[in-house]
């Protein structure tokens, strides 16, 4: 995809704007936190709220303390092999000599934001840049640490999920935050490439999460698993955890 300007985003450009975020529709066949960089002449919004405590125990809408969700974002620790859930989506991985970088074009100013706070907590730098028809590209730099990532998914020229690829919910947030569109009662994960057996790979670890979905190929937005009805919806909102609060209400899956 290109993008705007002829290098790599200066390490002092600030986040973009991410309210009011631009509309997203889903175009399928039915209609379908922050890196080290201090921000300069653009702020991103403030939070009405701090961020929530990592050590505090989670709650529901009620306020009563909840369970955590087995294999869901909030049972473990953010590591990069998470990463595989945005090549799950619309990222990709390319390699130069001994090092890879990721990259991932978003639709909204929020996406960027949420995605460039989850690379941090994951140790990995990266950058942004608006792109020629009004998206986001956000990347990776070129690291030995996305190596493995790239060894396993590259096949050749192509991108394809490694034997026995599973989704758990830190790859999942990874996903949604990239790519995921909510179209209630409905929730929509749209997908890269156009190699049918790489979307088949991911919808089977898709199945394995409890998270059966059909395939959407038709429409301008591409193609995409729909998580259809509320319960497939809230088990989604289950493995992906909390919303960030960079992302508008209505376009984070809720477990109510």
Known sequence: MP???SGETPAAQPLPVSFPPPAETPQASRRRRLT????????????DHPPDDPTAA???????????VF?????GEPSVADLAGLLAGPGEVHRMGGTARLSVVVQAAWRVHVLIGELAQRGVRSSWAPTEDQRYAVRTAYTRTIVPLAAAWLRGPTQQPPPGFQLDGRRLRLWLAAAGVADPPD??????????????AVGAALATAGLTAELVEAGPGGPAYRIAGRRR??????????RPPASPPTAWPSRV
């Open 36 to 47: 080290g960089r201090r921000p300069t002449s653009v702020d991103p919004p403030a939070d």
């Open 233 to 242: 919806t809230r088990r989604l909102a289950e493995l992906v955890g909390e």
């Open 58 to 68: 989670p709650t529901d809408a009620t306020g009563s303390d909840r369970q955590l």
């Open 187 to 200: 929730f929509l994960l749209h997908l890269g490439g156009s190699d049918p057996a790489r979307w088949a």
């Open 71 to 75: 294999f869901g974002a909030e049972t």
């Open 3 to 5: 993008l705007s300007g």
